[in-house]
């Protein structure tokens, strides 16, 4: 069973710092491309960033130079270390795998950016 696992978020004003962690109990993790997505309220769901299996990494825009994906194959983890938030980053934050053409999401944590 796949099982991913959000930690990390919380409140935060306009130009601190969050490290966001997704365990995930993958036996496989080491061989996947895993991402962070966020859900702000009203809005779709959209891609942050990802990292593949030899930690080559992706950004959107939004976030480029300001966010920073990693992981911890041993550990089975993923990070993303997020400087200078914004009220605008303010979302349910969520990670992702994609394992035989299925997609896995974890439960979320929830970024609030606000002074």
């Known amino acids: 069973q796949v099982q991913l696992v959000e930690s990390g978020g919380g409140l935060v004003q306009p130009g601190g710092s969050l490290r966001l962690s997704c365990a995930a109990s993958?036996?496989?993790?080491?061989?996947?491309?895993m991402g962070w997505y966020r859900q702000a309220p009203g809005k779709q769901r959209e891609l942050v960033a990802t990292?593949?299996?030899?930690?080559?990494?992706n950004y959107a825009d939004s976030v480029k130079g300001r966010f920073t994906i990693s992981r911890d194959n041993a550990k089975k983890t993923m990070y993303l270390q997020m400087n200078s938030l914004r009220p605008e980053d303010t979302a349910v934050y969520y990670c992702?795998?994609?394992?035989?053409?299925?997609?896995?999401w974890g439960q979320g944590t929830q970024v609030t950016v606000s002074s």
């Open positions: 993958i036996s496989i993790f080491s061989t996947r491309t």
């Open positions: 992702n795998t994609v394992i035989s053409h299925l997609q896995y």
């Open positions: 990292i593949t299996s030899v930690s080559s990494t």
